[in-house]
């Protein structure tokens, strides 16, 4: 009976340390003829880019996705750390990465030459990859297009009264769009802005973008906030394809100027032990080819000018981008995401 | 009754060996409690405080919803917990022998699986509103009203059907270790079976529906991804978007730190109704009666109140995953799913091994010393409490002091950087499961250690017996059966954990939880239900195991009688024999 179970915790013990010699080992792959990456974006979205990347150059990429929390890491980590790169989708978040001081910055002659002033920052500590515009997305059945919402503002208007969908309010999507309503009607008329759309809302904000195209499929309401790349994600999901199906895309605008875009991008970490590969890895993701897949296979927009965009972001219209500086949202952040918890949109 | 600490035992006897134990148990208690320090850090020196702003908007909005969610839960796990525990330990009806082992099953299935599943069954487009449009011709939403699954009840719904068993477990090994004799001499008294179970058996086994219930509420109030699903504004939910919408570590750890305060709360609240009162057994003899065998409705009843929360909690959800398991399986089923499934076993196995030793040791030091330790040793617990992401921030920073200190000091006197060490290991996730899990297998192993009569200690002592030896020849035999319940349950939850995977992994590295995660937050959780469907089928081997060792570790069958009710001289025959 004892002996059985030492037998059995022996066992047990030798099973494990052979599990823990083969997982070590796996981890060992981390060294030269690499790059390392920390990734707030999902990998299956960057994959096919890394993907490419290798078969281009021989080098392979090594990635850590998480929601939260990396740049923690990073700067835990230290001088010591083995990542080289950290990609993120909102501004703000780039932005926040910059401001921990985890970043190094980067400039080529490619870099330089191929991405637009908006879309970097001043030293090269940040590149923009791609533009995701937030769209509406109207019920072909319920809303006219004649009726559909023009701007942003407009979403506030009692008529919509009981009719929007919307994620929570303090989501960084909503937050970066809160805060260029800040920017440009400053914070007071922003606050009326935003108790105008909560007034609208036809549930508690829940779910994420898609969640709401679905709630407009469902009849729970007519229309939603969502980024544009969502249109061709859900048409591309057996499930969500009459999602998308039961609604119509517009750009709207913010005052009398654009639509609001914000970037998913890349920076270079302070640490960065493989530097070369580093760097090819971004004149790649900014290169024509990984620009256009970008847009082929997420429906994001390029960043780069004159790279084709793919035909379904063309057939949703034209984008014409709001011309206020990124940073100048990233800079107001804060302040936004106060509001939204102020006027208790989430509640 | 008796109340009795060992430390007057401890000090009598040998204090030099006492003492190691305690010295020892304080130096685990205290590496388990760096993380937490490492928060309180955080939160007391943030880049920008928004203190101010928190605590006027966020924070009574979001505790009073948790304090919802919490009470709500409590509720919830003690009824079905404590009500299918009693059926399966007191009663014979159809099923029970099955049933005795598969209330643990829903233990198996991680909360937001769950979520997604009820969603998707009782939302606009599910077929059970899809059904009622069909009888009564409904067409929008605006026709009729449903109850909104994605809301505080629905929260409350899915969870206590998730979260029941870790008091149906805890409570049921209480039942079956109160000798039958007490119930009977209640029953002879003159107490009816309603009465015998609310005046004698619960008040026994209330320790361990206490310390159930308190699992389940911490589980509750660490919970991210099923509030989050449902909308339920609770303070995890602040702690992300604080996190995530501000990217403000120090705001999010500022709220991890209010969260402790609820833990507190409860800790303190579970020992005040402790106290004094710790029950012990003064027979010693231990007997199962003939169970009681229902009859027409109450057998059905019986059946029900078992049946429901499996079906529920199980049933439907593993049904789910199986079907779009089977769908995707030619995509899913490949080299990469074996990989996640040996990381996630690994892992885990080697979570709870850690764990239990841990919590022995400190269950131990603290039946060794009485109060002081105690405290102390409650410190290491608060883990559980707080959520994974912002313990994993905890994690990290000790993790990589250490290594950039090895670092600074190698490169000082040899010229060479020793690099990062354990920082992005999987020695950092095991010590985060066991950081955020010990408080499930202290629970569990401190409130089997507590029923041991300190009597037995004495003997022991008394008969030349160290700690340690007595320890291993006696308390360790005697409570097996909870070691094994302790190891299963940090098992199970390492299998599900999350949040600190994402952040503290090594590159390239997913787990079965990390792969389900990244379609699951898409509302893609189809083509990552095999590896769902794997996670739960784990759960369940542990499940089985663990009713065995429960049964067998049973006073009154097999070695558990005589081990009881011999003295030390003769235990080492009956444990060759038996």
Request: a positive charge; glycine letters at 8%.
């Amino acid at each position: 009976m004892r002996k059985s179970t030492y037998a059995l915790a022996a066992a047990g013990l030798a099973a494990l340390v052979l599990g823990a010699g083969a997982v070590a080992q796996e981890q060992a792959a981390v060294n030269a003829g690499e790059v390392n990456v920390y990734s707030y974006r999902q990998p299956f979205l960057i994959q096919p880019m890394f993907d490419a990347f290798t078969r281009d150059t021989g080098v392979k990429v090594n990635v850590v996705f998480a929601k939260t929390g990396l740049v923690e890491r990073l700067k835990q980590e230290g001088r010591n750390s083995p990542a080289d790169l950290i990609f993120t989708v909102d501004i703000g978040r780039l932005n926040d990465a910059y401001e921990a001081g985890v970043t190094a910055p980067v400039e080529t002659a490619q870099l330089t030459a191929s991405i637009p002033t908006a879309f970097r920052q001043g030293e090269g500590h940040w590149y923009g990859l791609t533009q995701r515009a937030r769209i509406i997305y109207a019920s072909k059945e319920r809303v006219s297009r004649d009726d559909a919402p023009k701007s942003y503002e407009e979403l506030a208007d009692p008529k919509w009264a009981g009719r929007i969908c919307t994620r929570a309010g303090n989501h960084v999507y909503q937050v970066a769009l809160t805060a260029a309503m800040i920017a440009h009607h400053g914070e007071e008329k922003a606050e009326a802005w935003l108790r105008g759309l909560k007034s609208n809302l036809a549930r508690k904000p829940q779910g994420n973008d898609r969640a709401q195209v679905k709630a407009i499929n469902e009849g729970e309401c007519d229309i939603s906030l969502g980024n544009n790349y969502y249109f061709g994600l859900m048409l591309q999901n057996e499930e969500q394809f009459g999602w998308a199906q039961s609604v119509y895309p517009v750009f709207p605008k913010i005052g009398n100027k654009g639509t609001h875009v914000n970037i998913s991008g890349m920076a270079m970490t302070k640490a960065s032990p493989n530097r070369d590969n580093a760097v090819k890895l971004m004149e790649f993701l900014t290169g024509d080819l990984a620009q256009q897949m970008y847009s082929e296979q997420n429906f994001e927009y390029p960043v780069v000018a004159g790279v084709p965009q793919a035909g379904l972001l063309r057939s949703m219209g034209d984008l014409h981008p709001d011309t206020l500086a990124l940073d100048r949202i990233a800079a107001l952040r804060a302040d936004a995401f106060k509001l939204v918890d102020k006027v208790g949109y989430n509640d | 009754m008796s109340v009795t600490t060992l430390s007057s035992l401890s000090s009598s006897t040998r204090p030099s060996q006492g003492r190691v134990w305690i010295l020892g148990g304080l130096l685990v208690a205290l590496i388990v409690a760096a993380p937490l320090g490492a928060i309180a850090w955080l939160a007391l020196f943030p880049t920008e405080n928004i203190w101010p702003h928190l605590a006027s908007t966020v924070l009574p909005r979001h505790s009073w919803n948790t304090l919802v969610l919490m009470v709500g839960n409590g509720i919830g796990v003690f009824l079905i917990g404590t009500a299918s525990a009693w059926l399966v330990s007191t009663c014979e009806f159809p099923g029970r022998r099955l049933f005795e082992w598969a209330m643990l099953l829903p233990l198996a299935v991680p909360a937001y699986i769950v979520a997604f599943v009820y969603t998707d069954i009782m939302e606009f487009a599910g077929p059970v509103q899809g059904l009622l449009r069909d009888l009564f011709g409904w067409q929008t939403s605006r026709d009729y009203w449903f109850p909104e699954i994605r809301s505080m009840g629905g929260a409350i719904f899915v969870m206590s059907f998730v979260l029941y068993p870790y008091v149906y477990l805890l409570t049921r090994a209480a039942f079956h270790e109160q000798s039958s004799s007490v119930l009977e001499v209640s029953r002879t008294l003159g107490r009816g079976p309603w009465q015998t179970f609310l005046t004698v058996a619960l008040p026994l086994a209330r320790p361990a529906i206490v310390v159930g219930i308190a699992l389940a509420m911490m589980e509750t109030l660490a919970d991210f991804g099923t509030v989050d699903y449902f909308a339920v504004n609770t303070l995890t939910v602040a702690v992300f978007n604080v996190w995530l919408g501000m990217g403000n570590a120090g705001g999010a750890a500022q709220i991890a730190l209010v969260m402790l305060g609820f833990v507190v709360l409860l800790i303190t609240l579970e020992r005040i109704g402790r106290h004094g009162r710790q029950y012990h057994h003064t027979s010693s003899r231990y007997q199962t009666s003939p169970r009681v065998r229902l009859r027409g409705g109450r057998k059905i009843a019986a059946l029900l109140v078992c049946a429901i929360p499996i079906v529920i909690g199980f049933v439907i959800p593993a049904g789910v995953l199986l079907r779009h398991a089977i769908v995707f399986f030619d995509e899913s089923w490949n080299q990469a799913f074996f990989a996640f499934a040996r990381n996630s076993l690994t892992l885990s196995a080697a979570a709870a091994l850690v764990a239990v030793s841990i919590a022995v040791f400190l269950a131990y030091g603290r039946r060794l010393s009485g109060r002081g330790f105690g405290a102390l040793s409650r410190i290491a617990l608060l883990g559980y409490a707080v959520p994974g992401a912002v313990l994993a921030v905890g994690v990290l920073i000790p993790f990589a002091r250490l290594d950039n200190a090895i670092d600074a000091i190698a490169r000082d006197l040899f010229g060479v950087s020793t690099g990062l060490i354990l920082s992005g290991t999987i020695f950092a996730l095991v010590f985060a499961y066991v950081v955020r899990f010990l408080a499930v297998g202290f629970g569990a192993v401190e409130a089997s250690l507590g029923k041991i009569r300190p009597s037995m200690d004495m003997a022991a002592r008394s008969l030349g017996a160290g700690p340690g030896r007595t320890l291993w020849r006696i308390h360790l035999p005697l409570v097996r059966g909870s070691l094994i319940a302790a190891g299963t349950i940090v098992f199970v939850d390492s299998m599900k954990e999350l949040p600190a995977t994402l952040i503290l992994r090594p590159f390239n590295f997913d787990t079965l939880a990390t792969h389900v995660y990244q379609f699951a937050s898409d509302e893609l959780l189809e083509q990552s239900a095999l590896s769902a469907l794997t996670i739960v089928i784990a759960g369940i081997l542990p499940v089985i195991i663990l009713s065995r060792a429960l049964r067998q570790a049973r006073p009154g069958t097999r070695t558990g009688t005589r081990t009881r009710t011999l003295d030390i001289g003769t235990r080492k025959d009956v444990l060759d024999n038996g």
